[in-house]
């Protein structure tokens, strides 16, 4: 216990003394995120905050875990560098989505070959429980690649990606910390106490953005908790079994796990890249329908956090039903969603001259659902 209080406060101070040192240097430097017409934000604002997180983070991590007795650690914190490198190049001098992508790759390859970090037991979803080496890696990969990025495509507004990640973390930290699981409630509780600092210079009005260095390094610690959160969860013997731990896992993930596989299908069904730009995300949902960047961060932590209630209040159930009635939920959300935002649209169509319509890009591009917004 004294490691996790001790660690959390260590990530926290050094990120919220950070955090201000990096907005000025990145001022000094002219390294904005520049506003144009496919940004939400309309003003100038430093996008370097994932190196404050990744600060605190590294060090709470290495300060906390001790690792002779969690040798696969050191692995872990090769793979967040290799995340680190490729998120702070993308922030600063833009990295293509294939290099992304192959960095991506290997520090998944670092996580499953050297830290031991895979999925072996489907615990009864679709009837599949032991699975062979080889299906076991390439899920893996799949787990870890799409989780990565899912915290990285639902960065679209102010404090939505660091209140999620916030919710994560505590979830599945507080669950390693009463099944004794010490080095891991670390890994969790390290990142959560850069978040908390974070949320304080990142909530609606953002002073500083935590661009892919963050968000990826967010998405790649969260693949490590939910999978040993599904290996150890349902193992026997554990003091606390939840047989339908990849339920649950998923759960806690389900906004931004959702939201991306929704839109990754709906790209490669369009036949174009999944990682294309589009306004196809929930947050852009609820901006066009008049949310606050408050609000909508607000509505989404509330709606995850019912989620994984009601994902714990049904553990003992079979696991494929409980995904079953997850993916029911936030299906029948994003639908009505989508329908109010649509005729919110047909509204806004209908009030507008035909020459204004024609003569404004943006007008057209929000009749259309034409790509406004790089994530």
Do not use: W
């Amino acid at each position: 216990m004294d490691k996790i209080l001790l660690s959390s406060a260590l990530s926290f101070i050094i990120t919220f003394f950070s955090i201000p040192v990096i907005i000025q240097v990145a001022k000094a430097k002219k390294l904005f995120d520049e506003p144009d017409e496919r940004k939400v934000h309309k003003t100038v604002i430093p996008t370097l905050g994932g190196l404050g997180i990744f600060a605190g983070f590294i060090i709470a991590v290495l300060m906390g875990v001790p690792t002779g007795v969690n040798p696969e650690f050191q692995y872990f914190v090769a793979a967040t560098i290799v995340i680190f490198f490729l998120g702070i190049k993308d922030d600063i001098m833009i990295l293509s989505a294939s290099k992304k992508f192959i960095g991506q790759l290997i520090a998944a390859g670092i996580l499953i070959k050297f830290g031991g970090i895979h999925i072996n037991n489907m615990h009864g979803f679709l009837g599949i429980h032991e699975i062979p080496y080889i299906a076991s890696v390439t899920l893996s990969f799949f787990t870890i690649i799409v989780i990565t990025n899912s915290f990285n495509l639902i960065d679209g507004v102010d404090g939505l990606a660091g209140t999620l990640g916030l919710i994560t973390t505590i979830a599945f930290g507080s669950y390693f910390m009463y099944v004794g699981q010490t080095a891991y409630a670390v890994l969790a509780f390290s990142l959560t106490g850069c978040l908390v600092s974070f949320l304080i210079y990142n909530f609606s009005p953002a002073k500083i953005f935590m661009g892919d260095t963050g968000s990826l390094l967010l998405g790649t610690v969260n693949s490590i908790l939910v999978i040993k959160f599904i290996n150890i969860a349902g193992a026997p013997g554990n003091p606390f079994p939840i047989a339908s731990s990849p339920a649950i896992g998923f759960a806690v993930l389900l906004i931004p796990l959702f939201d991306t596989l929704r839109v990754f299908a709906v790209r490669i069904l369009d036949r174009r890249s999944p990682f294309s730009p589009d306004r196809n995300h929930v947050h852009h949902f609820l901006l066009d329908l008049g949310f606050t960047h408050k609000k909508i961060t607000l509505s989404c932590a509330l709606v995850a956090t019912g989620f994984i209630v009601s994902a714990f209040l049904m553990r003992n159930l079979n696991t494929t039903l409980i995904i079953g009635i997850l993916l029911l939920g936030a299906s029948t959300l994003t639908g009505i969603l989508y329908m109010l935002r649509q005729k919110a649209r047909n509204l806004y169509i209908s009030s507008m001259p035909e020459k204004e319509i024609i003569k404004s890009h943006k007008i057209i591009a929000f009749a259309t659902e034409q790509p406004l917004e790089a994530e």
